[in-house]
């Protein structure tokens, strides 16, 4: 608001530097981040524009990072934990510190919580700066390179809020970059931090409810910040993971040249949402929509507007071949060596529903297993509040992602979103799938019945379905992981993520002999 005051006083555009007050103030009163500290890069880039001079060191402090060759395969960006890019010759020198900090905590590749590995109670698990994302170094979370280089970067937006849906689509991408390009991701979700954990350079914009203010007022702000990310980390292509994304980017389109603008839409939307879709695609340069092996049944507003969609596979963050043993996998995740395990991968509208969600199936599997001991497991979301940790008879760990864990389990009762979905599709266990009903546009209902008519799962509506116990029950049958498996392996391979990473890179490819250039906001 201060800054349309300043161009309606001034009747011009704001005095240079003036127009890093939004992101300031953002950075300060939101996050809570020191934006006068010279290192801080909206400091520095002010400072420059104000005539300071800025020392040599905090230049290189935000240098490209080292590329690697072109036959190493890395999974993360080059970036340190806390999302700050690396400088050139810092890549082998930072893996060898890393490797010395682990060792200090009791063991090279053991991440703890307050209280000892994952998989053991935390004190505090709910809070997100307590999260643990694995138990050792995370297959999503692989050692850079250390042969020298500058790869272009892709700015991933999401939208989420309180989940991480959208950054996990993204961060499935971003992880088969190869070498080829390095990400930088801009979300609206409060789970950020458990990108910087996995040293993936992230910022969080808060949403416009966050700030008072309505969506018309708010989006001319988020476009202002993305053109400023572009700006400072020479970004030539912007992909936006959002079901409807704000109209604003079609003037961020005409503004910036040089840059791709990929709109990452997601297909089954229930019958009747999402109308105003079909114009928004023309604010980008691509549409690229993820596969969903319910496609078949799908009849939402996605399927009527196919024009010039570039159709890739499911997306998954874990490949199969990631995935620790199912030994290890409990042992990391705390889970006895014998019995059962049953993954609950569940989401509610608040913590009290969710508590009553999980209550419920725990009785109802009690009431099936027949006396044979059948461990339940829940990962903690990092935005979870502690008295989520107190429901008798399941364990509880801040886990990100669970898919890298799944060999663990002998079944799971899930929600069907998009990730939660193809992940355990592609895993081959037995699963129940519980749609969440909250959803505005996703389709969960349909996705779920989908598992059932394939063969590849069951559903039901809810947990007071007369149905829910006998599908529990299913499950746990000796011959259901061998249907399970069948059914996963007609349904084909996963491999929307990679094809999204190869589509960037031909994308960047062709983006680098062109000028980048952004005109006044």
């Known amino acids: 608001r201060r800054h349309r005051r300043i161009r309606r006083a001034r009747g011009r555009h704001p005095p240079p530097g003036q127009d890093l007050l939004i ?3 953002l950075a300060v009163g939101v996050l809570g981040v020191d934006a006068s500290e010279p290192r801080h890069p909206l400091a520095r880039r002010g400072a420059r524009r104000r005539g300071r001079r800025v020392p040599r060191e905090e230049h290189e402090d935000h240098a490209p990072a080292a590329r690697p060759g072109r036959n190493h395969r890395v999974r993360v960006p080059f970036a340190q934990p806390g999302g700050r890019l690396l400088r050139q010759g810092d890549v082998a020198g930072e893996r060898s510190r890393a490797t010395d900090r682990r060792r200090r905590r009791g063991g090279c590749g053991v991440r703890r919580g307050p209280e000892g590995p994952v998989g053991q109670r935390q004190t505090r698990p709910g809070r997100a700066d307590r999260h643990v994302t694995s138990s050792r170094r995370s297959a999503v979370e692989t050692s850079p390179s250390s042969s020298g280089g500058d790869e272009p970067v892709v700015i991933f937006f999401t939208d989420n809020g309180k989940g991480l849906g959208h950054v996990t689509r ?3 991408v971003a992880r088969r970059a190869h070498g080829r390009f390095r990400p930088f991701f801009l979300t609206l979700s409060l789970g950020y931090q458990v990108l910087r954990r996995m040293g993936v350079p992230a910022e969080f914009f808060p949403p416009y409810h966050h700030l008072g203010l309505t969506k018309d007022e708010w989006a001319p702000l988020l476009m202002m910040r993305i053109a400023e990310a572009v700006e400072v980390t020479g970004a030539r292509a912007v992909v936006v993971d959002h ?3 704000p109209k604003a980017f079609d003037e961020l389109r005409r503004r910036i040249s040089g840059v791709e603008l990929i709109w990452s839409r997601r297909g089954l939307w229930r019958p009747g949402t999402n109308r105003g879709a079909a114009a928004l695609a023309a604010a980008f340069d691509r549409v690229v929509e993820p596969g969903d092996w319910a496609a078949p049944i799908d009849i939402g507003g996605s399927t009527r507007q196919r024009a010039d ?3 890739i596979g499911p997306v998954v963050i874990v490949d199969a071949d990631e995935r620790p043993s199912r030994r290890e996998a409990r042992r990391r995740l705390g889970l006895p060596d014998d019995g059962r395990d049953l993954l609950l991968n569940l989401s509610a509208p608040d913590t009290e529903a969710l508590v009553a969600l999980l209550k419920r199936v725990r009785d109802v599997v009690r009431s099936v297993a027949d006396g044979e001991p059948v461990h339940l497991f829940a990962p903690l979301h990092p935005l979870h509040d502690d008295s989520l940790a107190s429901v008798e008879g ?10 890298e864990y799944l060999e663990a389990f002998d079944g799971a009762v899930s929600s069907a979103g998009y990730n939660s979905f193809h992940e355990l599709v592609a895993s081959h266990l037995p699963v129940v799938f519980l749609a969440h ?3 505005n546009v996703d389709d969960q209902q349909r996705r779920a019945r989908f ?8 559903w039901v509506e809810s947990i007071d379905d007369p149905r829910f116990a006998d599908v529990i029950r299913r499950i746990l049958r000796p011959v259901e992981p061998s249907i399970a498996r069948d059914v996963a392996e007609i349904l084909g391979e996963p491999t929307g993520a990679e094809e999204f990473a190869d589509l960037l890179g031909e994308t960047l490819d062709r983006k680098a002999s062109e000028g980048l250039q952004i005109a006044p906001w």
């Open 170 to 172: 993204m961060l499935a």
């Open 394 to 403: 399941v364990t509880f760990a801040p886990v990100y992602p669970v898919a």
């Open 309 to 311: 969609i570039h159709p």
């Open 243 to 245: 079901v409807s994304p």
């Open 451 to 458: 598992a059932m008519l394939s063969g590849r799962g069951h």
């Open 437 to 439: 009903s909250q959803t």
């Open 23 to 25: 992101g300031h103030v």
